[in-house]
């Protein structure tokens, strides 16, 4: 039995924010009732790949989807019940920025159907906001979240973002004690990366934006994980913690090679080991759809290697590690960089399950990328076969 999940992007926005490197439009609200018609004209040319037994997971993210109507969220979620199915105790997840999502409306999302949200509060420090470019404030963002609870959301993750230039640890400090005084059931921590294309990257460049260097990301990011997990929080995925129960299920499936749909302008999909996603351009889309065409602008189907590459390196993220076949183990067992690792404490191999230590999880890039030129070099070497006899 196929158990899917399913994303919807939205890419509507006030403002583009410096550090975002999503597919986002800003002053096109005009735009909202043709591209909810265009998500529900996708949803229901794709119903043939939704499973028996209903959606296990469905997430509306962005950009910011509560830009559009509530009743065009009802719709397009409507629409969706209808042509893919919902399975009974699915979780139903809707991004919502602070600055522009009011108390009735949470109501309205939650009346909707949706049973968790997600809050871009990003942090509770007011210079760091305006750094970021966010058009909220940390008071805002607090009343988001209290909006949310009085909406009934029993299920609420809260977004922060680290390492933002010009802040200090005690700001990064003073953010983590509100939002574990805030109970969320679900937190996720990002360090400020530098995308290709955003505003951000080009002020770095020009030595406009001062950049945090890796010791003081590390010191923040370790800071945030002894908070949260001595505050009763799973450290399950590398930018992840959840109270008891509340990981993210669409977002586990992500890590764990689950397979989801996508709809919506740049969306993504993995279904039968094929991997697919949509044009980025707006206009381009809508002409698409509306024309009873596909809006797939590529695909690719992995290779065993890339999709064995892909398993480690997402599965290492998590706090339940690889799950690793026999050949493996004895291969990555046989390799000196591999045995480095163990023996310097960063990885650790508990009978089938390779996972990352207490110290490799800083530094998990860096281990990932170890690996997974073992396990290349692991493949290349079944290909090649034994060694010739000497004679």
């Given at each position: ?381 079944a290909q090649r076969g034994p060694d010739p006899p000497v004679p």
């Open positions: 039995m196929k158990s899917l999940g399913l994303y919807a992007h939205f890419p509507f926005c006030p403002c583009r924010c410096p550090y975002c490197g999503f597919t986002v439009v800003t002053g096109k609200d005009d735009l909202h009732e043709r591209y909810a018609t265009a998500l529900c004209n996708e949803l229901e040319a794709i119903a043939r790949l939704a499973p028996a037994e209903g959606l296990a997971s469905v997430f509306f993210g962005g950009g910011t989807p509560t830009r559009l109507e509530p009743r065009l969220l009802e719709r397009i979620l409507t629409t969706v019940r209808a042509s893919q199915g919902i399975a009974v105790g699915a979780e139903i997840t809707v991004e919502a920025n602070p600055g522009t999502t009011d108390a009735a409306r949470y109501a309205d999302l939650r009346q909707i159907g949706f049973n968790r949200i997600s809050i871009g509060a990003q942090s509770f420090f007011d210079q760091g906001l305006r750094l970021l470019g966010r058009d909220h404030t940390a008071a805002d963002a607090l009343g988001a979240f209290r909006a949310s609870r009085k909406a009934g959301f029993d299920n609420v993750n809260l977004d922060l973002i680290f390492s933002i230039p010009g802040a200090t640890d005690e700001d990064w400090r003073r953010t983590l004690d509100v939002v574990v005084d805030l109970r969320p059931e679900h937190i996720s921590t990002y360090a400020l990366t530098l995308e290709e294309g955003t505003s951000f990257q080009r002020r770095a460049r020009s030595g406009d934006l001062p950049v945090v260097c890796e010791d003081d990301d590390a010191r923040q990011y370790i800071g945030g994980l002894e908070r949260l997990t001595a505050a009763g929080y799973e450290h399950y995925e590398i930018s992840n913690f959840a109270l008891p129960g509340r990981r993210s299920r669409h977002n586990w499936a992500y890590w764990t090679g689950g397979e989801y749909l996508g709809v919506g302008v740049s969306a993504h999909r993995y279904v039968d080991g094929r991997r697919s996603w949509n044009t980025k351009d707006l206009p381009d889309y809508l002409a698409q759809v509306e024309a009873g065409s596909s809006p797939t602008e590529g695909g690719e189907r992995l290779d065993p290697a890339a999709a064995t590459s892909e398993r480690v390196w997402l599965g290492l993220r998590t706090c339940e590690g690889v799950k690793l076949g026999r050949v493996e183990r004895e291969g990555l067992a046989a390799k000196r960089r591999m045995t480095d690792l163990v023996r310097g404490g960063f990885v650790q191999l508990e009978g089938d399950r390779m996972k990352l230590t207490g110290k490799g999880i800083p530094v998990a890039d860096a281990v990932s990328v170890e690996i997974v030129t073992v396990i290349e070099d692991l493949a290349r070497d």
